[in-house]
């Protein structure tokens, strides 16, 4: 694709010598040409006409954006950027509602410009509806619905359209881009607090379809998200093992198929979460140690959780050994999530959770209660059963160490309660052998 996009006049650098610096040109020289734009201007771009140089270039860019993305993710702002650039200049075709939305995430992910990612991800959404163009739907709402409008909207929002990207993906014959979106809407309804039974259902029906059309990339990365719904339904003996229906991480050998290394990212992660869901901190601050909550994700549920159970880990750790090693994570986390919560309240409420946690290893219990009931009373409100149930878990073991046994004892039963409308059976049994 580099090859025939550079022998129709727009020259790329080679994927491999490609770098950083190359990618923070292009970011640069979009950004500037689109500052000269207002709103008005860019929803209005002319429509690129005929059977020209750029529609061909577009196309090749377009296929270029996707694979860079899955397998280099380092060159993938450089196609995208020439996409937007070209629609600009001389008019936007089909391809380039997935260059804008593109962009978008990459306003998100690299420049932490929640708002601007917002913008460009409308864009998209208004170009991919001026062509009235199902069969690029589900490219479009991969970066819209997966990462931008998350860092905006309700994460429960997402849910629908990504449900019917699914189905138009699968009507229009585009199953790569099907099952990925099958994925994404999966790990976004586990992360919002779907009844987690209803979960493994929709997971269980996808990871067939991504083996009838050997999406076998996408298969391999939803198999950790999978198994964790499993060990959290109470299906396997050792809730933290990544070992069952789902995958068997004892065998190791599916770390060497995927090249992006995303699948061992994605085990790396889950496993640290349910190691401190579980009260396993010592195995969970080694998945922090190495600094997964810096790793740039989607943001639900990969790199608000990484943060999210980063923090935790680190302020339970800090507990137990003084905190020397671990203020430099708990800061860093706190500060990451404060500034996501600045942008989508909703969907990072647990920032209060983590201002709870952080009073009590600072030992003020006044300020920690306060933290901890707003933590329960935004949960529940914003719809997070599971995040409400983990609230009350916390809340009650602040109640156990500092004495005051019998509301410890309500407030775990209230955490057994959520746990068991979410599902997680495999939690309910833990808070009965270890605190009940």
């Not at 987690?196 to 990365?221: A, F, I």
Request: hydrophobic residues 45%; glycine residues 6%.
């Amino acid at each position: 694709a580099i090859t025939v996009v550079n022998q129709l006049g727009e020259m790329l650098p080679p994927l491999h010598d490609a770098t950083d610096a190359d990618a923070k040109k292009e970011i640069g020289m979009t950004m500037k040409m689109l500052a000269a734009q207002d709103e008005d201007s860019l929803l209005n771009l002319k429509t690129l006409e005929g059977d020209c140089a750029e529609k061909h270039t577009m196309r090749f860019l377009h296929e270029l954006v996707f694979l860079a993305y899955f397998e280099k993710r380092s060159y993938f702002p450089i196609p995208a950027c020439r996409i937007v650039r070209l629609s600009v200049s001389h008019g936007v075709c089909r391809e380039s509602a997935a260059g804008f939305g593109a962009f978008g995430a990459i306003h998100c992910l690299a420049l932490g410009n929640f708002a601007q990612g917002y913008r460009f991800g409308k864009l998209a959404l208004s170009i991919n509806e001026r062509f009235q163009d199902n069969e690029f739907l589900a490219k479009v709402y991969t970066p819209v619905y997966g990462v931008i409008n998350n860092w905006t909207e309700p994460a429960h929002a997402c849910l629908p359209p990504l449900k019917c990207a699914v189905e138009i993906g699968l009507a229009t014959g585009d199953t790569e881009y099907a099952m990925f979106i099958a994925h994404t809407h999966c790990v976004i309804s586990f992360a919002v607090g779907k009844e987690l039974g209803e979960v493994l259902k929709d997971m269980r029906m996808y990871s067939q379809h991504m083996l009838t059309y050997n999406q076998h990339r996408t298969h391999l990365h939803s198999r950790p998200f999978h198994q964790a719904v499993l060990n959290l339904l109470g299906y396997s003996a050792n809730p933290i093992l990544m070992t069952g229906e789902a995958m068997d991480e004892i065998s190791l050998s599916a770390f060497d198929v995927d090249s992006s290394n995303q699948f061992a990212i994605y085990v790396h992660s889950v496993r640290m979460w349910l190691e401190c869901m579980f009260g396993e901190y010592q195995l969970a601050w080694g998945s922090c140690k190495d600094r997964i909550w810096e790793k740039p994700a989607a943001l639900i549920p990969t790199w608000c959780y990484n943060t999210f159970y980063s923090c935790l880990t680190a302020i339970a750790m800090a507990r137990l050994d003084g905190e020397g090693e671990y203020l430099e994570t708990i800061d860093k986390t706190m500060a990451q999530m404060t500034a996501w919560a600045r942008a989508t309240p909703w969907n990072c409420q647990n920032l209060e959770l983590m201002k709870a946690e952080f009073a009590h290893l600072k030992g003020d219990h006044n300020l920690a209660a306060e933290f901890f009931e707003l933590s329960i009373k935004l949960s529940a409100k914003h719809r997070f059963i599971h995040e409400e149930a983990l609230a009350l878990e916390r809340y009650g073991l602040f109640h156990l160490e500092t004495g005051d046994h019998s509301t410890a004892y309500v407030l775990l039963k209230r955490a057994q309660v959520c746990y068991s409308q979410w599902g997680a059976l495999g939690k309910v049994a833990h808070i009965n052998e270890q605190y009940l």
